[in-house]
DNA sequence: GGGGTTATGGGG
DNA sequence: TGGGTATGTTGC
DNA sequence: GACTAAGTGATA
């Protein structure tokens, strides 16, 4: 085929005339060389043919997909002071709102929204009627652009590092090449940014008409959205995590949610996801589909919704105990808990914690760390060797076995021998130590103590089955580590069953 | 302990590839109950085949003689062609490959369990009722975490075979106070690997 | 537009 | 910066 | 001189 054959358009055109009568309310001549007039939501001309400008607070979005072979999409829904609330009568505080639909030539070019009550600005977009509802089209592969401001004090990406810090008035992204801003805009900004802080705390924004309850899921037809707690997030692998779900219904529910995109999910976090299939063909736990289109995405600070369940959601562990009784569980099951101390440090992955603890200068400066791992082996593999009599000053340890009494304290002198997400696909397995000898990890097992398990039969039953527990398939432990002498000891660590 | 599987799995590729992991690898060893025609849906052709099975595609590998045969069978049939069509796999056997899961996208951690065809025909005329939007068993959560079950069964005995020799640091040795002891005591190489 | 890509076949 | 080209939009 | 109709005409 001939390279011309495609019908491209000819560059030489033929002038044409026509005639364009003064538009409808077109934005007021940019006299004080204000170049874009932005408008309230419902006052954006529904007749009119012109661009309009405006602010809004995103209460949705799917996450940028791909329609065909040079299109991608995102859709949102906006509010703003004036569209936030269903007027009718017995809608009670349901959300009104207007949609935004993105097109762009590249995925890049359109915005990833990972929480709600962020501030987005749109320029150059069309409105008209679809379905009763005022939509806004914008065309980013033409003339429209949009910025997002975030109205909280950093945007997702920037409380995880993932992004470069900006000011308030600064967008943490934005389409195109620049980025331009009048000097008028900065008391809009302030202005709606203060109002979403609001809408939030008075309102839950995503209202019951917006979601499904997980324990309605399997009924549904096709997808539904859902708001729920995350109660954990289990590497599955080098590129996923796998959340674990509860909402108001009580009803738990696994997803798995890629890392690269969804990076800013935190265990304990209030999430809502645009879009999910109830999976049919998982048999061993309830697993909901997600799509290319789907997203997953937090709250403002401010959101009562998010505080709400929050702190009504809790984990009763009871998916796990029940896995517990099967000879084989595909849930995974983390079986210790930290102290709460270390609720914000931040976990390192086996391969950063033995392969980069001495080369990266990060890591090389810190010596306590957080990590989870699988444990394949642990040594000794004769359990009553776990404990062993310690003497202070020698440093010597000696074996309990035998009638004598020996001097010294008991301690426990384990080895696990572990591996995870990072380490998963190499022939190394990594020694992480539970040495109780300086009262690191004293309480590992949970109010068992060290005594003499070759007399103690009650303690060497239960951590006979202890060493079951942690070398069996899909049992981790999260674990606080210290780093001595090249030696990882765990600390602060404790299995809850 | 409690077997579970309460419940009968839907998905026929789910059902049978989980089972050749469940059966440490052996087709032998699967239930000769499973090992019934597959009727699945041809979802591409070009550049990779995939067929499903109304929630799941897999990559069918034709043996050579599968492949004379149908051509002999259905001389103005290609094979390409099959895309949106319906197909039937008549006889058929799964094997456990290790494959580089970075490239192949019909594998998991440097696993796959390959559905061999070895005789397989079309059915032009006939339509499947439209079903899920079919996705990679390979991204499969339980799927997944089959594998993995698979692999930790594996490396455990791997470990009981080969670290016969435990060997504890001394506490002596890990109290000194050396700050620039390096980590790597701690790695543990397979003995015995490959 | 409440949706279905692909040299991206573990952001799309 | 200016001309040429590719592409979006609008008018016919 | 003010107002209207018709002509003009993109832009990254």
């Known amino acids: 085929m001939s390279s011309a054959a495609k019908n491209q358009r000819s560059t030489s055109r033929v002038t044409k005339k026509k005639t364009t009568g003064p538009k409808d309310a077109a934005p007021k001549k940019a006299e004080k060389g204000s170049k874009y007039e932005y408008v309230e939501l ?14 809004a607070v995103v209460i949705d979005a799917t996450f940028p997909y791909k329609t065909n072979q040079e299109r991608y999409i995102c859709s949102l829904k906006i509010v703003d002071p004036s569209l936030y609330l269903k007027k009718e009568k017995g809608t009670g505080d349901n959300s009104d709102y207007a949609t935004l639909v993105l097109y762009a030539k590249r995925f890049e070019d359109l915005p990833i929204i990972h929480r709600l009550g962020d501030i987005i600005r749109i320029h150059r977009a069309t409105i008209r009627l679809y379905n009763g509802q005022r939509q806004f089209n914008a065309n980013i592969f033409y003339s429209s652009s949009w910025a997002l401001f975030s109205t909280d004090k950093k945007s997702a990406l920037q409380e995880i590092g993932g992004q470069e810090a900006t000011s308030d008035l600064v967008p943490f992204s934005h389409s195109g090449k620049n980025f331009t801003f009048q000097k008028n805009e900065a008391g809009i900004v302030q202005n709606i940014r203060k109002w979403a802080q609001q809408y939030f705390t008075q309102y839950s924004v ?12 399997q009924a549904q037809k096709g997808d539904f959205d859902v708001v729920a707690k995350i109660l954990q997030i289990h590497e599955l692998d080098e590129y996923t995590n796998e959340l674990k779900l509860k909402d108001a219904s009580g009803q738990v529910f696994y997803t798995l949610a890629l890392k690269l995109k969804f990076p800013h999910l935190r265990t304990g976090e209030v999430v809502r996801i645009r879009s999910a299939t109830y999976d049919e063909t998982s048999t061993q736990k309830k697993v909901l589909l997600l799509s290319h289109y789907s997203n997953i995405v937090t709250f403002i600070s401010t959101s009562k919704l998010a505080k709400e369940l929050r702190g009504k959601i809790t984990d009763d562990r009871a998916v796990e105990k029940a896995a517990l ?42 010596d306590t760390f957080r990590t989870q791992f699988y444990v394949t082996k642990i040594e000794p593999s004769d359990v009553k060797e776990w404990v062993k009599a310690y003497d202070r000053k020698t440093k010597k340890v000696t074996s309990l076995k035998g009638s004598a009494a020996k001097g010294g304290d008991n301690i426990f002198q384990v080895s696990f021998l572990v591996k995870d997400a990072s380490t998963q696909l190499n022939n190394n397995t990594y020694r992480v130590l539970l040495y109780t000898h300086d009262g690191l990890g004293a309480n590992f097992f949970n109010g068992v103590k060290a005594d003499n398990l070759h007399k103690n039969a009650d303690a060497r039953k239960k951590l006979e089955e202890y060493s079951e527990l942690l070398t069996r398939f899909n049992s981790y432990v999260d674990a606080v580590v210290e780093r001595r002498n090249g030696f990882y000891f765990i600390k602060d660590t404790r299995i809850v069953y | 302990m409690s077997k579970s599987q309460q419940v009968q799995q839907q998905s026929a590729f789910k059902q049978l590839y989980a089972e050749l992991f469940n059966n440490g690898g052996d087709f032998g060893k699967v239930s000769n109950n499973l090992k019934k025609p597959l009727k699945c849906y041809v979802k591409e052709s070009y550049p990779h085949f995939l067929v499903t099975d109304g929630y799941f595609f897999v990559t069918p590998y034709f043996t050579k003689e599968a492949v004379t045969e149908f051509h002999s069978k259905f001389p103005n049939v290609n094979i390409v062609d099959l895309h949106d069509k319906v197909i039937v796999i008549n006889n058929w056997s799964l094997e456990l490959r290790r494959v580089n899961s970075a490239e192949v996208f019909t594998s998991y951690a440097n696993l796959e369990a390959r559905l061999i065809v070895h005789s397989f025909k079309p059915n032009l005329q006939e339509r499947l009722n439209p079903t899920r939007y079919p996705v990679n068993l390979y991204r499969d959560d ?18 009981a075979k080969n670290l016969k020799q435990e060997n504890i640091p001394d506490i002596a040795k890990v109290t000194g106070g050396d700050k620039k002891a390096k980590v790597d005591a701690g790695i543990v190489r397979a003995s015995t690997s490959k």
């Open chain 1, 206 to 217: 995503i209202s019951n008409d917006m979601f499904t309850a997980l324990n309605k899921a």
């Open chain 2, 142 to 159: 339980e799927f997944k975490t089959t594998i993995q079950h698979f692999r930790h069964q594996a490396l455990q005995q791997s470990l």
């Open chain 1, 325 to 366: 009784k099967q000879d084989v569980s595909l849930s995974a099951v983390v079986l210790t808990e930290v102290d709460k101390k270390h609720a914000g440090l931040p976990a390192h992955s086996l391969h950063d914690l033995f392969h980069n603890a001495d080369s990266d200068k990060e890591l090389s400066s810190k």
């Open chain 1, 42 to 55: 419902t006052k954006a001309q529904l007749t009119s043919v012109t661009a309009q400008h405006f602010y």
